[in-house]
């Protein structure tokens, strides 16, 4: 295993003990270890003959390993003689690197070893371009002008849904960033070490390095899945190919600012770090950090891998329990994920409703939009109206429910704030029923050990994806109907909020306006394209094209460029980079969505 074999047995007292690796390796089951597992199953088996339960008790043995206590000296480590389930130190997830950190705007800080930035040694510094943030070395200063004893390892440096739309939870304080979620995304030494070593972690060896040309790769790896079905295999030494090392680890991880009257226990509470704009001085630059020491709670944790057996990554996504309310502030669901009341699958899950794969009627619903999707490469999605006659111009003050605005100059999609009444896909009963398992093993190892409670009690999965699916090949542009639907379009509530990253399949298209469509484009025929309609394939295993849904068909657009599956690895040395704040009117676009006519096709 990653971390050597240190499993816990959680019905002996006392600080866990070895026990045998047959026990960890044991796809039925979980155990309550710092081991990261390699992939669902240990013999060789591949990742797509699991059942559904044993791919979520794989997503529990990864978020139970990545949430343990972080060794203090070694960044991505565990230190195994402390228990899991405690949430006063810096976790094995937390102290993978940022995204600025394996590509930082400052280039002279790209050869650092992954170690340096350990908690025992103050924590990360975070290096923008100096040019945008206007400071000497690109690391920003603190708005109170104190420096932390301990620079937070949430560097909550992203502000919107890669570049859609800025979700907001009812429940939360209004005073600055508001309500809104902020996020980070992290990687973990597999691939750090592999940009780093191939010198392409910063834009001047991306652009200049003709020996080890990042661009050319590119190029190579693209060429390579259109015509060969199948994606380069794994070397982090060569250059030829664009292929993170197996067992390279992501992480996107949401937050938020608590209320003072919400039960912190129910959250993992850690010191985060987030943005301000400010009027530049000099030498103090354009923009200034805020580290609050214990206010923000996670709200999402995404985990993805790149497995022997699943080179197109495993995808998990796990929420803390009471995300998702009704206007009161009650929880739709329980902690497992079961809803409360399933008499709510009769509503919409937006509000104003929005109705999916439905054209406007002869006598509409004053109070809904209708959005249909492309019928083919030259057409494009529709919403309409963009407005509805009756929705509020801003979210209710007294309504505690999730919420989402998208972002300005999306004038192609609704113009007014959308609140959450329930996921698009409800979790699968197998999901809910493997949560109450993780749920009760975690419960047991927390009272053998001396320890109350634990936050992680209060963490469901909601899906997971570990095997591509497609949609017929007669039926781009309809909605996948298959009895797994939910994990087709595997998403998160406050990671993928709107309508087009809970139902996403085939990819955006090649504009501002933040629309998707099932079709390739004439410049990726045949090579991006299979069936007669020319449907999109964003996903290749062992010869085969897939139009897959959710989050690995979304991931699937940055591979189809070149790029692994890996947004962070797609928009990694840009030739500025800087912080995104709270309460921008805009996004930085410099993710995806805005770059997409830029790439090669």
């Known amino acids: 295993m990653l971390f050597g074999i240190i499993l816990f047995n959680v019905l002996l007292l006392g600080y866990p003990t070895r026990t045998l690796t047959s026990e960890a390796d044991n796809p039925n089951s979980i155990t309550i270890s710092s081991n990261i597992p390699k992939d669902i199953f240990s013999d060789g088996t591949p990742a797509s003959k699991a059942t559904l339960r044993q ?55 790209a050869n650092q070893p992954f170690y340096n930035g350990s908690p025992s040694k103050g924590g990360p510094h975070y290096y923008y371009d100096p040019a945008k943030v206007l400071t000497t070395d690109g690391e920003i200063y603190s708005c ?62 991306r652009v200049t390095n003709k020996n080890t040309s990042f661009s050319q790769a590119t190029q190579n790896t693209i060429s390579k ?76 944790l995404h985990i993805i891998q790149k497995t022997p057996s699943a080179p197109y990554f495993i ?38 409703k929005i109705f999916s794969d439905t054209p406007k009627p002869r006598n509409p619903d004053p109070n809904a939009i209708y959005e249909t999707a492309a019928s083919g490469i030259n057409d494009s999605q529709k919403f309409d109206p963009l407005t509805p006659a009756n929705a509020p111009e801003n979210h209710l003050p007294n309504d505690l429910r999730l919420y989402y605005e998208n972002i300005l100059g999306a004038s192609a999609l609704p113009q007014v704030p959308i609140s959450i009444n329930r996921r698009a896909n409800p979790i699968p009963d197998q999901i809910i029923a493997v949560n109450q398992y993780a749920h009760s093993v975690i419960s047991n190892y927390i009272h053998a050990h ?77 090579g991006f394209a299979f069936g007669p309609k020319n449907q999109y394939a964003n996903v290749v295993h062992q010869g085969k094209q897939f139009n897959m849904g959710g989050c690995m068909g979304c991931h699937g657009n940055a591979t189809n460029k070149g ?10 040395p840009v030739p500025f980079s800087f912080p995104e704040v709270g309460g921008d009117a805009l996004p930085n676009q410099l993710r995806f969505i805005r770059q997409q006519s830029k790439r090669p096709q």
């Open 315 to 352: 995808f998990a996504t796990f929420s803390q329990a009471d995300n998702i309310t009704k206007k009161d502030g009650t929880s739709v669901e329980d902690v497992n994920g079961q809803l409360k009341n399933p008499s709510i699958l009769k509503s919409n899950p937006f509000d104003p």
């Open 563 to 572: 790029a692994d599956f890996s947004f962070i690895l797609l928009d990694g």
């Open 450 to 526: 001396g320890l109350s409670s634990s936050p992680w009690l209060n963490y469901k999965l909601v899906n997971i994806q570990w095997v591509p699916l497609t949609k017929n090949a007669n039926a781009p542009g309809k909605p996948y109907i298959g009895s797994d639907v939910a994990n087709y379009y595997l998403a998160n509530e406050v990671v993928e909020t709107d309508l087009n990253l809970q139902l996403f399949s085939g990819q955006f298209k090649n504009t501002n306006e933040n629309l998707i469509t099932d079709f390739a484009y004439k410049n990726q025929i045949p």
């Open 55 to 109: 791919a979520a008790i794989f997503a529990w043995k990864e978020f139970i390993a990545l949430n343990w206590p972080a060794d203090p000296d070694l960044r991505g480590k565990p230190k195994p003689n402390l228990p899991f389930g405690s949430d006063d130190k810096p976790l094995v997830w937390e102290t993978l690197r940022n995204k600025i950190e394996i590509y930082p705007g400052n280039s002279k800080q």
């Open 225 to 300: 899945i259109q015509k060969s079905k199948e994606y380069p295999i794994p070397n982090p030494t060569n250059p030829t190919f664009i292929s993170l090392p197996y067992n390279t680890l992501e992480i996107k991880s949401a937050w938020r600012h608590l209320n003072t009257d919400e039960d912190t226990s129910k959250f993992h509470v850690a010191p985060v770090r987030f943005y301000k704009n400010q009027s530049s001085t000099k030498g103090q630059g354009n923009y200034c950090f805020v580290q609050s020491e214990k206010d923000w709670g996670m709200g999402a």
């Open 144 to 205: 109170n002008g104190a420096a932390p004893r301990r620079n937070a390892f949430v560097n909550l440096d992203e502000a919107d849904e890669i570049g859609l739309n800025r979700m907001y939870a009812g429940k939360a304080p209004t005073n600055y960033p508001g309500q809104q979620f902020l996020y980070l995304a992290k990687a973990n030494q597999q691939e750090y070490d592999y940009v780093k070593n191939l010198k392409w972690n910063t834009f001047d060896s």
